[in-house]
């Protein structure tokens, strides 16, 4: 008798943390909302859907920094962004890119890594790892277009263009494709303008092969940049870009964290 009512107690015990996590979790959620003003009728329904099916808005909006490493041919680049400020470094044996209050600056004790192409390059991999929640950011126009027609599967898509002013490139254009039964991501096209004076009307593809589940976010694991045929994707344009060791964190990094180290350079000086 005394096993059995022990055993109802522990199962009393149990139901009521359940219970408590599930309330504490809805008022997290209620004061991120809060917190941070999440006007989801801002977005289109069917990009609310991808938020969703990614993890959420909210669970995204309550992280302040994320960290991913991503291996290259030369080495390897451990990048962290700072979600509220955009503050970024980029860390390798060689060089060191960072941006704090949106002045871009390189360390390195030779001259490996070009200036001029550090300040596009800063936040370049941030953003292609960031989808589908970059597409919250202000200033952007949402709008309909023609679903991508590849292996069978008709990928309803949504155009995102920025308003004037808007970062570093406000001609870029983007257009995330999403499975029409998940409402998972599935494919990027964007243009690259950059550098020039006119918007480009030339489009690129990334395949979200893969995702990884970081604290109930769904994060990406592969990418594969494809090859283009009459502005649409064909076959796959090398090996996929993995991302490993990601972090997600709901506080920041320290105010020191994206300085200049002393041997660093502003590359707009």
């Known amino acids: 008798m005394k096993k059995i009512l022990l055993a109802l107690f522990t199962v009393a015990i149990l139901m009521s943390c359940k219970t408590e996590t599930k309330q504490d979790l809805e008022t997290s959620n209620a004061e ?113 277009t023609t679903a991508l027609e590849k292996d069978g599967i008709s990928y309803p898509g949504i155009k995102i263009s920025y308003g004037s002013n808007v970062g570093d490139s406000p001609d870029d254009e983007y257009i995330l494709y999403y499975h029409p039964v998940t409402h998972q991501m599935e494919w990027l096209g964007y243009t690259v303008t950059y550098g020039k004076d006119s918007k480009s009307t030339d489009f690129h593809y990334i395949k979200y092969n893969k995702w990884q589940d970081v604290k109930g976010l769904l994060l990406p694991e592969e990418l594969t940049w494809y090859k283009t045929e009459n502005n649409l994707p064909t076959e796959a344009r090398g090996a996929p870009r993995i991302f490993s060791a990601v972090d997600a964190d709901a506080s920041d990094m320290g105010s020191d964290f994206f300085k200049m180290p002393e041997n660093g350079i502003y590359v707009d000086d």
Do not use: C
Request: proline share 4%; hydrophobic share 40%; no cysteine.
């Open 32 to 144: 991120v909302s809060k917190k941070h003003k999440i006007d989801m009728a801002a977005y289109p329904v069917a990009l609310q859907e991808v938020f969703t099916a990614h993890g959420g808005l909210g669970n995204w909006n309550s992280m302040q920094s994320l960290t991913f490493t991503m291996p290259k041919e030369d080495g390897v680049e451990v990048h962290t962004t700072d979600l509220y400020t955009r503050n970024a470094l980029i860390e390798t044996e060689k060089y060191q890119i960072g941006a704090e209050n949106g002045k871009v600056w390189l360390a390195q004790d030779s001259t490996y890594y070009p200036k001029d192409r550090a300040r596009f390059y800063h936040n370049l991999m941030f953003y292609f790892y960031a989808m589908p929640f970059i597409l919250a950011d202000d200033g952007i126009v949402y709008t309909e």
